[in-house]
C-alpha cells in the first residue's frame, strides 16, 4: 500500500495550497483518511481526516474555517485544501488511511512521505 502526498511549497502568509495524496489501496474507498502535520521542533499532529462515505470531516480547532479536506474514491484521491495560510501552519503534511477511527495517530494504518508546507510572513 502506497499513499503519495504531494502539493505542498513556498507560500506567502495569507495564501493558498492544495495537497492531494493518492492511495494506491484497492479498498481506498472503505478508509477513513486523514492529514497530519509536524512542524519544527514539535510532534505530529492531527490536522483533518474524512469518513470514508465522504462525510463528515474533521478539523483541529487551529485549522478550522481554513482548511477543507474532500476526496474522489473514483480517483484513489484525498485534497487538503488550505487558505489563509499563515507562518504556523509551516510543516510537513503528511496523509494517512484508516480501517477503523479517525482521531489519533494510532488509528491510521498505512502513512504517505509527507510534502512540506513553508509558509513566510
Known amino acids: 500500500v502506497q499513499l503519495q502526498a504531494s502539493g505542498g511549497g513556498l507560500v506567502q502568509a495569507g495564501g493558498s495550497l492544495r495537497l492531494s495524496c493518492v492511495a494506491s489501496r484497492r479498498t481506498f474507498w472503505r478508509d477513513n483518511m486523514g492529514w497530519f502535520r509536524r512542524a519544527p521542533g514539535k510532534e505530529r499532529e492531527f490536522v483533518a481526516a474524512?469518513?470514508?462515505?465522504?462525510?463528515?470531516?474533521y478539523y483541529a480547532d487551529s485549522v478550522k474555517g481554513r482548511f477543507t479536506i474532500s476526496r474522489d474514491n473514483a480517483e484513489n484521491t484525498v485534497y487538503l485544501q488550505m487558505n489563509s495560510l499563515k507562518p504556523e501552519d509551516t510543516a510537513v503534511y503528511y496523509c494517512a488511511a484508516a480501517s477503523g477511527g479517525w482521531a489519533k495517530e494510532y488509528d491510521y494504518d498505512y502513512w504517505g512521505q509527507g510534502t512540506l508546507v513553508t509558509v513566510s510572513s
Open positions: 474524512i469518513i470514508w462515505t465522504g462525510g463528515p470531516t
